[in-house]
């Protein structure tokens, strides 16, 4: 698929994987749309890179839909990345007082990491599909979304997460089958432990404590690698239906 001069929606554009994915985007020569909630850091980009930034909330409607518009207004739709974070819930299923895990937690969780990620791929979806077919595959357009290694080896205490990521991870081939027809590809990349600040610690303590634990290579992946295969996945028009670990052969410890 070709990608220069087209247009790209990447929802958390402004975090460490989506701001990543902006930069690379936006060097091919597609003209993205920022969507995120971290408006200094969405304005930051729009102001360096000449870039477009909307505030999104990716749970919702009507604020993704307003995104989406943004995205088919800068020209021809065909790529939506979703890298989207938020809040998490963290705990055993049942805790050492002999509290279970609380409900509400779970529910927001999933609906930040699961809910919020079918949003943002329906939307994208039904506007892509008004994108003209190009090429002799008569290919609309890509949607990447993110799930994460925790989907198949939560750790303990991850299990609202990696119930999340599993779902991600499960509608990929779905997703990708129901818009066959109308020329949509539908790829997943899974994580593993990429060096961003959404850990909220130093630098050097996380890859002291993760790089060990990665075969090959050594070390905490980079959000520029992420963002490397983004682009992949959008220019090679076989990749299809398939959730791709980017963890360097990492498979999680129980804790």
């Not at 943004?70 to 002999?98: I, Q, S």
């Not at 990521?165 to 020329?183: C, E, F, N, Q």
Request: glycine residues 12%; contains cysteine; hydrophobic residues 45%.
């Amino acid at each position: 698929m070709l990608i220069e001069g087209s247009s790209a929606l990447v929802v958390g554009g402004a975090g460490g994987l989506g701001e990543a994915t902006v930069r690379r985007l936006h060097a091919a020569g597609v003209r993205v749309v920022v969507a995120d909630l971290a408006d200094d850091k969405g304005k930051a980009l729009q102001e360096e890179l000449g870039v477009r930034y909307v505030r999104t909330d990716a749970t919702d409607e009507d604020s993704v839909a307003s995104a989406v518009e943004a995205a088919a207004e800068e020209g021809e739709f065909r790529t939506a990345v979703d890298c989207h974070g938020g809040p998490a819930a963290g705990g055993r299923l049942v805790g050492r007082d002999g509290s279970p895990l609380g409900l509400a937690a779970f529910r927001t969780t999933v609906d930040v990491y699961l809910t919020g990620v079918f949003n943002v791929l329906r939307l994208a979806a039904a506007a892509i599909a008004r994108t003209a077919p190009a090429g002799e595959d008569g290919e609309r357009g890509v949607i990447v979304t993110t799930s994460s290694i925790a989907a198949y080896e939560g750790q303990i205490g991850q299990l609202p997460y990696a119930a999340a990521k599993g779902g991600v991870s499960a509608m990929t081939l779905v997703a990708a089958r129901d818009l066959s027809p109308l020329g949509i590809r539908v790829v997943s990349i899974a994580p593993g432990t990429v060096l961003t600040p959404a850990y909220g610690k130093a630098a050097d303590q996380l890859e002291a404590y993760w790089g060990p634990q990665v075969p090959h290579p050594r070390r905490m992946g980079r959000p520029e690698e992420f963002a490397a295969l983004v682009q992949h996945l959008c220019e090679n028009g076989y990749l299809n239906g398939e959730v791709i670990r980017l963890d360097g052969a990492l498979r999680f410890p129980p804790k």
